[in-house]
């Protein structure tokens, strides 16, 4: 098992990987309490995993709840149920909330987690590579709603993050590859000898090394853990977290939630981002396609969909949650491994991007 830690005084906790961990009945004991448990999961994720958890938490009272899967049900009804369940069977400010699933499960889990009795703890245990190494880490909770994504919800730290790489040789490909998108984020906003990796390493990614998923996540959120240690509710550097996010998080509202998944309208929301810099002359048409080539090899698109009018993205763009007094503001890149966060650009650029086809 490796361990990371995410600094924040007080509120720090563990980031837990490895393989096999699911199956380590202690591992989650310093976490827990001495209250109830109410696990909270996915039917898609129940039948793979919930027994494993049920066993780690044998001896205490636990309560599950089983919810549909999909993007599409990230929404305050979805919510609702969670806290109805809390209610009817009991539960306290003692009790701790277990997200066990992808970043839908983690991202509506920590939201009720935030909001029951006004805050109760929860614990992480994400199960596709997406949720691994960006959801997760950082407190970041939300649901949906239908005019923007993410748009209600609360910053609320988990008590730990469990990670077992086992989980991923179930996802199906789609869905891993949509997680590579976030991977490939950090090394393009922070660290550019991981870039280099992933260009040696996409293979092995795809095929779904052990060693090579152990490095991707373990880099992955230990840069993740850096920058939200360093900024946690984004007021400053934790924005270029959001490398892609803003054209990305118009693509998947426009599309419908689900239609598009998370990693693949943040792939093309990352090219955009690159054709935008390079625009600007802060990226070199070179290292523009690098980046092109890279999303393409982890098996992403680096295509925006035809259906949507640069009006339709200037629109969604505007209700992002990084718009200041009305300006939207992009996340950049200066070069492969460094970011910034501007509103001083040239709009005649940003036009020429969104008329792009």
């Not at 098992?1 to 591992?27: A, Q």
């Not at 309490?33 to 049920?54: F, H, I, K, Q, S």
């Not at 899967?69 to 969670?82: C, S």
């Not at 969909?305 to 339709?312: G, K, L, R, V, Y």
Request: charged share 20%; net charge neutral; with cysteine.
């Amino acid at each position: 098992m490796h361990r990371l830690s995410l600094d924040l005084g007080e509120r720090s906790y563990p980031i837990l990987f490895g393989r096999g961990l699911l199956r380590v009945k202690d591992v989650l004991e310093p976490y827990l309490g001495r209250e109830g448990v109410l696990v909270v999961t996915n039917e898609t994720v129940a039948p793979l995993y919930l027994n494993d958890v049920l066993k780690m938490l044998g001896g205490r009272k636990v309560d599950q709840l089983v919810l549909p899967d999909g993007e599409q049900y990230k929404t305050l009804d979805t919510l609702n149920l969670i806290f109805n369940t809390l209610l009817e069977k009991g539960h306290n400010r003692g009790t701790v909330l277990l997200a066990l699933g992808g970043g839908v499960i983690g991202d509506m889990t920590g939201f009720a987690a935030a909001c029951y009795q006004r805050g109760v703890d929860f614990i992480q245990i994400p199960t596709t590579l997406l949720a691994q190494v960006d959801s997760s880490v950082g407190g970041k909770t939300a649901v949906n709603h239908r005019l923007g994504k993410n748009m209600i919800g609360a910053f609320h730290q988990p008590k730990a993050v469990l990670i077992d790489i086992n989980t991923l040789k179930t996802l199906p490909d789609r869905e891993f590859k949509s997680g590579l998108a976030e991977v490939i984020k950090y090394s393009l906003i922070i660290d550019r000898e991981f870039f280099a990796w992933l260009e040696e390493n996409m293979q092995d990614l795809l095929a779904r090394k052990d060693q090579a998923l152990l490095y991707a996540v373990e880099v992955s959120c230990r840069l993740k853990a850096q920058v939200v240690s360093a900024d946690e509710r984004e007021g400053g550097i934790r924005a270029i977290l959001n490398l892609g996010h803003t054209f990305g998080h118009a693509i998947e509202t426009h599309q419908g939630y689900g239609s598009w998944l998370h990693g693949e309208a943040i792939a093309v929301g990352m090219v955009m981002a690159a054709q935008m810099s390079g625009l600007m002359g802060l990226l070199t048409s070179s290292d523009v396609g690098r980046i092109e080539n890279l999303l393409r090899a982890a098996g992403l698109p680096v295509v925006r969909p035809e259906n949507i009018s640069a009006q339709q993205f200037l629109d969604l763009m505007a209700v992002d949650k990084k718009a200041q007094r009305g300006i939207i503001r992009l996340v950049l890149l200066e070069s492969i491994g460094t970011a910034i966060v501007s509103a001083d650009y040239d709009r005649s650029k940003l036009a020429a991007i969104l008329e792009l086809r």
